[in-house]
């Protein structure tokens, strides 16, 4: 038994499809705010202000590469 597509059904089917793109979007957009958020706080939590940035020893053995 086969049922043909309204246009209704299109019509609304456009309307949910608009809908889901555009939550998914902002969605997307809070969750990727949330992070980096995140990650920005966990930083400033690593080392504190009075606390030197302490450098890697560089060898003196090592070569850099050279590109062309």
Known sequence: ????LTPEFWERFAVLLVLALGLTCVLAAFFDDLVVRLQSRRAHR???AHQPIRHR????DHRTAVHS
């Open 57 to 60: 020893a560089v060898r003196k």
């Open 1 to 4: 038994m086969g049922t043909s």
């Open 46 to 48: 690593r080392r504190p």
